[in-house]
């Protein structure tokens, strides 16, 4: 069955820190991984996405994640936080296999706060 | 570009009552779904659509109806409304089978049984 893991509800951090987000997943065949991020009474806003190729996928306002096969992995990075970064924070798999093609499973969501 | 826009913003029903959520995409977009959110459960896929005519089931689709009779809208039905009901329901369209289309989310629609 395919799922994603968000193992942190919240993630607090300081402007200037780097800051991580984890997410890991499970699915049948190769994984196809998305990270969106939802602002308060907002709809969700595609960040990045692994398809296939280069491990280190970067994305929108200076985010960037890494995906890992062997630890089943698709950790967000940012370098620097900033306060605007606060947000709550979904990683989903879309499953490669015919039959369900198209289906996207989502985490249970990350708070991330960063606080001045 | 509109993108994916959603109708009403905000409802109140009363157990029992039916109701239709609007969801409309100008990207012409094959892929269209609605997913509902709730605290602590992340997103959950009630119905998807493939094309105009081709609809499928989700993770959670008991209670609700859905039809796909134009590439544009993909309207989701409640049929009797129950408390369990109460969510903030999005809809998302992606383009085309691609296994790598990203899927483009409405602002959604807060929706209270009582």
């Known amino acids: 069955a395919q799922s994603v893991a968000q193992p942190e509800d919240q993630v607090n951090v300081a402007e200037g820190n780097p800051l991580t987000v984890k997410c890991t997943y499970s699915v049948s065949g190769n994984p196809y991984l998305f990270w969106y991020v939802q602002y308060p009474n907002r709809g969700l806003q595609f960040l990045l996405k692994?398809?296939?190729?280069?491990?280190l996928v970067k994305g929108s306002y200076g985010f960037e994640a890494e995906f890992n096969k062997s630890q089943t992995s698709f950790h967000l990075k940012k370098p620097s936080a900033l306060v605007s970064d606060s947000a709550l924070y979904f990683c989903?798999?879309?499953?490669?296999?015919?039959?369900?093609?198209?289906?996207?499973?989502f985490g249970r969501g990350t708070q991330l706060t960063v606080w001045p | 570009n509109a993108g994916v826009t959603q109708t009403p913003k905000f409802q109140v029903l009363k157990t029992g009552q039916s109701m239709t959520l609007q969801c409309a995409q100008d990207m012409n977009h094959e892929y269209m779904s609605w997913y509902r959110q709730d605290p602590g459960m992340g997103l959950r896929l009630i119905h998807y659509s493939v094309g105009a005519g081709i609809t499928d089931q989700g993770e959670v689709p008991n209670g609700y109806n859905v039809s796909r009779s134009t590439t544009e809208d993909f309207p989701l039905r409640l049929l009797s409304a129950a408390p369990s009901q109460t969510s903030v329901y999005f809809c998302?369209?992606?383009?085309?089978?691609?296994?790598?289309?990203?899927?483009?989310f409405g602002p959604g629609t807060r929706l209270t049984v009582l």
């Open positions: 692994y398809i296939t190729g280069d491990n």
């Open positions: 989903a798999v879309r499953d490669g296999r015919g039959s369900t093609l198209g289906r996207l499973y």
């Open positions: 998302a369209s992606s383009p085309g089978l691609a296994l790598g289309g990203t899927q483009y």
